[in-house]
């Protein structure tokens, strides 16, 4: 008994039968005497489909129309879904990411939520009716549409939860629950019973798809445990927490990302304020860094190289070219080839030699590291992205069978 918040993915809702099986899973947590709110993605691959329609017509999209253009996928699903649970005799209504309360910020296409009003949400419970919200979408201060990126529904139903002080928050996806590796592509992956909220955050920030990262950063800031779960086999599935119990595994997941550019700067001066000027320039345009390796200095000049997502390559490059003078550097390439495959987990803050057995695994394979990263819980490196998917495998080999 209680208040549970259940997100759906989109292959959880993509024809008929899938909408039904949802529906029957909805009905069965009401009917054990719940009330229940439900979270649901856009149908299949509709969100992509509606990124090539919008491709049609220009290459270059306002992002204010391209949220527009995407949020009416996941309206498309709350009212089939809300049909079917009217069929089943469940009481039920459907709600856009605005009438649940969800306002955010005015970053189209990566929004924050920065208020969620919850008294619609919570009058139409108090009439016992399930509540069926769109996911992945909100209004900012203009009344305009916005979204809070790809796969941002989970992130939707965490908030939810969290501001409904809800008893669960499960999200249903179309594997078992959070694995080694990408089950699909790994088939040896096996599912882990728990993992912390702090390597979910970096396993999801490091391209584990199976959960938004922003979404663990919600969970793990308000304490709602997650649950990762089948929407097709009723079996147990994975939760997320603040702590777990001891297992012995040293690492809890390998994660390849292929969101990755790698920029590089060349010749710029070797003085004090570089690192400042060129990143506070990408800040300026929303542009998220991560991996930065510099030179030492030569001759009073150094190589600056780091990572952006793949999506912001072009407007960092050409941020960075509109201000060579000030920078003062040299020629400024991008690589776009490049993938990030990580390894994590809260074992090896106490272990020593696991970067090396990573390592190892490259160099049997023969391929070549061009950055590393390390933080307490992870180790991310760059490499080729035609040998990504060769050097999860063989991680995964090293470290988990
Ligand atoms: P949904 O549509 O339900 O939101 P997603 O496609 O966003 O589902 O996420 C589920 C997918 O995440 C799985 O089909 C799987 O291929 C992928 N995935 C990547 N890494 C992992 C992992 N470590 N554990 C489980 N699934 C993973
Ligand atoms: N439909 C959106 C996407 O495909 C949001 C989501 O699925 O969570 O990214
Ligand atoms: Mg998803």
Not at 149 to 160: C, E, H, I, N, Y
Not at 223 to 250: A, D, F, R, W
Not at 283 to 305: E, F, P
Request: with cysteine; charged share 25%.
């Amino acid at each position: 008994m209680g208040l549970i918040v259940q997100k759906f993915g989109g292959s959880s809702v993509k024809d008929r039968d899938r909408i039904f099986n949802v529906a029957r899973i909805v009905m069965n947590t009401r009917n054990a005497g719940n009330d229940v709110v439900v979270v649901v993605s856009a149908q299949g691959d509709t969100t992509d489909d509606l990124i090539a329609k919008a491709a049609e017509i220009t290459s270059d999209p306002s992002h204010r129309e391209m949220d527009m253009l995407l949020a009416a996928g996941e309206e498309i699903s709350i009212s089939l879904l809300t049909m079917a649970l009217q069929e089943l005799g469940v009481s039920a209504i459907s709600l856009t990411g605005w009438q649940a309360g969800f306002n955010t910020d005015r970053a189209y296409s990566k929004a924050r939520i920065k208020r969620l009003d919850t008294e619609r949400v919570e009058s139409e419970l108090a009439r016992n009716r399930v509540v069926v919200v769109a996911g992945f979408q909100g209004l900012n201060r203009s009344d305009d549409i916005t979204t809070l990126g790809r796969g941002g529904s989970d992130t939707s139903a965490v908030a939810l939860a969290a501001a409904l002080h809800a008893d669960r928050c499960q999200i249903f996806t179309d594997v078992e629950g959070v694995y080694t590796a990408d089950p699909r592509k790994i088939p040896k992956a096996t599912k882990l019973k728990e993992i912390t909220f702090d390597e979910m955050l970096e396993l999801a920030s490091l391209g584990a798809q199976v959960l938004n990262n922003r979404s663990v950063e919600l969970a793990k800031k308000y304490n709602v445990e997650l649950e990762v779960i089948s929407s097709i086999n009723p079996v147990p599935g994975t939760v997320v927490k603040e702590e777990t119990k001891v297992e012995g595994m040293l690492i809890k997941g390998v994660a390849k990302d292929t969101d990755v550019a790698v920029l590089t700067v060349k010749d710029v001066p070797d003085v004090p304020g570089m690192s400042f000027k060129i990143f506070s320039l990408l800040a300026q345009k929303n542009i998220n860094v991560d991996i930065i390796l510099q030179t030492t200095g030569r001759d009073g000049r150094k190589d600056m190289s780091f990572t952006v997502p793949l999506g912001d390559a072009e407007s960092a490059v050409s941020a960075l070219k509109n201000a060579t003078s000030r920078i003062g550097g040299g020629d400024i390439t991008v690589d776009k080839g490049c993938a990030k495959v990580s390894i994590v987990g809260a074992g090896m803050q106490s272990h020593s030699g696991v970067a090396s057995t990573m390592f190892e695994a490259l160099f049997n394979q023969n391929i070549n590291i061009k950055m590393i990263s390390t933080s307490e819980i992870k180790i991310s490196v760059i490499i080729d992205e035609q040998d990504a998917d060769k050097a999860v495998a063989a991680i995964h080999d090293a470290f988990i069978n």
